[in-house]
């Protein structure tokens, strides 16, 4: 049984706004988990292409075997529409569509095709709309919430706006949809044994990850820094502790930062 990783992390965009955090983040997760015996591979800034992170992603799996413990840890821009909700990939120029975004589609589909059975996968993602890129299920994001909040000073959020003119019903539909199959996938999964997905998402469908100024005075992705910190505290706290503490942080300085956890294993002991 062997332990791999793969983290990204996006701190500078020439054509959005930078995030700080990210970087930080990224080294946060490398120090956790070479601790922990995983074997980790980092694509930051320029080399986190779209191609590349799907690439990376891909061999990950790919090269495992049954039994294996792996981990996919994202942070960045995260956006949602109906035609290309997914992970924001470096980009330089426009804005982001379905040539520099990773599709929810995308990661659903590779994770469907390449990941053995029997090899345990964790994703976590440091971005807005984080449950909906990685379902179940999606849902329709609403951007205009995110003007004109209180926050803290100097925090900026992970959101990246899109075109809406196509939402509105078919989103809805397309939800609905969604929440029919994961549903299925869930009764299927129980009786016929197999091994879904361990999925960790900084927010809800519609809700905003932030990042700011820790105790450290270092800029961090408030999810990713307590989780990081909080397990490395206490090696043993399981997921859902870990889930429920991260939570109880966000939201006490972002109320609409709400974690979500998804998928199995939710009594094991942290990214095990």
Not at 210 to 224: N, V
């Amino acid at each position: 049984m062997s332990k791999s990783a793969l983290i990204i992390g996006i701190s500078k965009y020439p054509a959005a706004t930078d995030l700080p955090g990210a970087a930080q983040d990224l080294t946060d997760w490398m120090v956790l988990l070479t601790t922990r015996g995983f074997a980790v591979k980092a694509l930051r800034d320029a080399g986190a292409t779209k191609n590349a992170i799907i690439g990376e992603i891909r061999t990950l799996l790919k090269n495992a075997s049954s039994g294996d413990n792996l981990a996919v840890i994202y942070s960045g821009h995260g956006t949602s529409a109906l035609k290309y909700d997914g992970l924001v990939g470096y980009f330089e120029s426009g804005s982001p569509d379905c040539t520099n975004t990773v599709l929810t589609a995308e990661l659903e589909d590779i994770i469907k095709k390449c990941l053995p059975a029997g090899a345990k996968l964790t994703t976590i993602l440091d971005c807005c709309h984080a449950r909906a890129i990685l379902p179940p299920p999606p849902a329709m994001a609403i951007p205009e919430e995110i003007q004109g909040r209180p926050g803290v000073a100097n925090d900026q959020v992970r959101f990246l706006p899109y075109d809406s003119s196509s939402d509105g019903l078919a989103v809805r539909f397309r939800n609905l949809v969604y929440e029919i199959h994961s549903i299925g996938r869930a009764i299927l999964a129980t009786f016929s044994g197999n091994d879904e997905p361990l999925r960790l998402a900084a927010t809800d469908e519609v809700g905003s990850a932030y990042e700011g100024k820790m105790a450290d005075g270092k800029y961090h992705g408030y999810f990713s820094y307590r989780l990081t910190t909080i397990a490395t505290a206490n090696p043993a706290i399981t997921h859902d502790a870990a889930i429920l503490d991260a939570r109880g942080f966000t939201t006490q300085h972002h109320s609409d930062q709400q974690p979500q956890i998804r998928g199995p294993r939710r009594r094991n002991a942290f990214l095990t």
